[in-house]
Nanobody, 126 residues
Framework: QVQLVESGGGLVQAGGSLRLSCVAS????????MGWFRRAPGKERDFVAT????????GYADSVKGRFTISRDNAKRTVYLQMNSLKPEDTAVYYC???????????????????WGQGTQVTVSS
């Protein structure tokens, strides 16, 4: 079992930056590929970014590529999402997720993630 707790959300003006953190507890964090997803108001939850267990491979949604960076520190059991050049359309609840330990690489598919955090709200004002 893995427990995930996100933090770092808040209100920011367009063009600003935020860094989200997700701390894991429970089973060996370094075994899990991780992902960030988001749910905008009135929309379904969508993929944002993913990172392999080693941190050596990452992937991003086209909408955030070049603006967001996912990283991890396995010693701190934490995965990060650095968000720069934020836009009002980035407003959403952001969730981190841990993929099944059977996989070492990340994935954009929600169904392949076994554990989810409660989410942190990010609001970008225009």
């Amino acid at each position: 079992q893995v427990q995930l707790v996100e933090s770092g959300g808040g209100l920011v003006q367009a063009g600003g930056s935020l860094r989200l953190s997700c701390v894991a507890s429970g089973r060996t964090f370094s075994s899990y590929a991780m992902g960030w997803f988001r749910r905008a108001p009135g929309k379904e939850r969508d993929f944002v970014a993913t990172i392999a267990w080693s941190g050596g491979s990452t992937g991003y949604a086209d909408s955030v590529k070049g603006r967001f960076t996912i990283s991890r520190d396995n010693a701190k059991r934490t995965v990060y999402l650095q968000m720069n050049s934020l836009k009002p359309e980035d407003t959403a609840v952001y969730y981190c997720a841990a993929r099944s330990s059977a996989y070492t690489l990340g994935s954009p598919y929600q169904s392949e993630y076994s554990y989810w955090g409660q989410g942190t709200q990010v609001t970008v004002s225009s």
